[in-house]
Nanobody, 115 residues
Framework: QVQLVESGGGLVQAGGSLRLSCAVS????????MGWYRQAPGKQRELVAK???????NYADSVKGRFTISRDSAKNTVNLQMNNLKPEDTAVYYC?????????WGQGTQVTVSS
C-alpha cells in the first residue's frame, strides 16, 4: 500500500521561505507525475505544482516564480521549495499523483504565513 507523508510546514512571516518534503512509499514514484496541492480554509483543494518522471515541471500562476518543485528518485521524495511566501499561501499542503486518479491522501502539512 502506497503511503504519502508530508513534512516541513510551519509558521513564517511574509517574504520568508519553507521547504516541504513528501516521502512516497511503494514503487509508483518513478513512473508517475507527482504534484503538490494545497487547501485553504473554506476553499477547494488546488494543484500548485507538478513534476513528471522526466523532471518537467508546471506551476499554478499564483506560485510561478516563487515555488520550485523537485523530486529525488533515490529517496522517493518530492519537494517543494517555497520562497517569498505571502499570507494567501496559508493552507494545508499535500502531495499526491497529479492526474485523474489519486492515492489515499496523507495528513498534509500546515503552512501559515503571517503578514
Amino acid at each position: 500500500q502506497v503511503q504519502l507523508v508530508e513534512s516541513g510546514g510551519g509558521l513564517v512571516q511574509a517574504g520568508g521561505s519553507l521547504r516541504l518534503s513528501c516521502a512516497v512509499s511503494g514503487n509508483i514514484f518513478s513512473i508517475n507525475t507527482m504534484g503538490w496541492y494545497r487547501q485553504a480554509p473554506g476553499k477547494q483543494r488546488e494543484l500548485v505544482a507538478k513534476i513528471t518522471s522526466g523532471g518537467s515541471t508546471n506551476y499554478a500562476d499564483s506560485v510561478k516564480g516563487r515555488f520550485t518543485i523537485s523530486r529525488d528518485s533515490a529517496k522517493n521524495t518530492v519537494n517543494l521549495q517555497m520562497n517569498n511566501l505571502k499570507p494567501e499561501d496559508t493552507a494545508v499542503y499535500y502531495c499526491n499523483l497529479a492526474g485523474a486518479v489519486f492515492l489515499t491522501w496523507g495528513q498534509g502539512t500546515q503552512v501559515t504565513v503571517s503578514s
